[in-house]
């Protein structure tokens, strides 16, 4: 079993990935089901995050250079659109340490915690940030391989129509570039 260490590495910013030949879920698949402890305290499946809207899954190593860039923005969108915009990180630790990073990055969506990186597997991210887009219907239906200027804008109108709210206009300058 690869770990999230090894498996969501940065590979295009110098960070090993352990298995450059992990290939991500693809759009139109069935998303893999998922049960695990959030920053909030409560327990959460695929189920009962894609139960209202699409849900956008942001795959946060610790320590990656790259998610402190992503993260104000991913927070900047959740911020605007409320509970409703559906972000739900998805970090490879304990909850505790999930609960450390949000505070630290001012995360204003629920964060997962994946210690045993079962979610993280399961959707074969194989490198931070990324961002996996479920919809109702619990199908992959977008895979964004970053969080970056050309990534996020697509988040946000996302978000606008998961809220049901006009969408907002952001600037995404300094957003990072892809991811692996």
Known sequence: MLGFGLAVGVAALGIAVGSSQQTPVKS???????S????????????STTKKSATVL???KEGCPVNHRAAPFLSKIAEKY???????????GSVDRAKAWAKTYKATYTILADPDYKI?????????????VVGKDGKIAEVYTGAGP??????NELCSKN????????DFTGAPDGGG
């Open 28 to 34: 139109g698949q069935k998303a893999p089901d998922f």
């Open 36 to 47: 695990a402890t959030g920053t909030d305290g409560k327990t959460h499946t695929l189920s």
């Open 58 to 60: 942001y795959f946060i």
């Open 82 to 92: 409320g509970a409703d915009a559906n972000i739900v990180g998805v970090y490879n």
């Open 120 to 132: 993280i597997e399961s959707y074969k991210a194989p490198y931070s940030p990324f961002m996996i």
């Open 150 to 155: 050309k990534d996020l804008p697509k988040i």
């Open 163 to 170: 809220a049901d709210k006009k969408m907002v206009a952001m």
